[in-house]
């Protein structure tokens, strides 16, 4: 079955910076649209960043450009959220999402990242 494992968060002070992966499996990868998304409690899950199976134009909510790069790679079957200059404001647990077309859309368990000082 299709699986999304999410790894990489943490605690870390403002400024500073984390990677996130997400592994997927069950699926073909490099067909699937990635998607990053994060939830903070009593908030929807908002939108973070979007990489297409492609690997082409990414997309990113307005509050994280400039800071956090999406990335993939379809050999690793892994899709990257790098984070830099992190906020206080970001601290959330982030999900990965997989869109597979003609099947649906799937979700990882989540990686708590919290910024603090």
């Known amino acids: 079955q299709v699986q999304l494992v999410e790894s990489g968060g943490g605690l870390v002070q403002p400024g500073e910076s984390l990677r996130l992966s997400c592994v997927g499996s069950g699926f073909t990868f490099s067909s699937a649209d990635m998607r990053w998304y994060r939830q903070t409690p009593g908030k929807e899950r908002e939108f973070v960043a979007r990489i297409p199976s492609t690997g082409g134009t990414t997309n990113y909510v307005d509050s994280v450009k400039g800071r956090f790069t999406i990335s993939r790679d379809n050999d690793l079957n892994t899709v990257l959220l790098q984070m830099n200059s992190l906020k206080p404001e970001d601290t959330a647990v982030y999900y990965c999402?997989?869109?597979?077309?003609?099947?649906?859309?799937?979700w990882g368990q989540g990686t708590q990242v919290i910024v603090s000082s």
């Open positions: 999402n997989a869109i597979i077309s003609r099947i649906g859309a799937f």
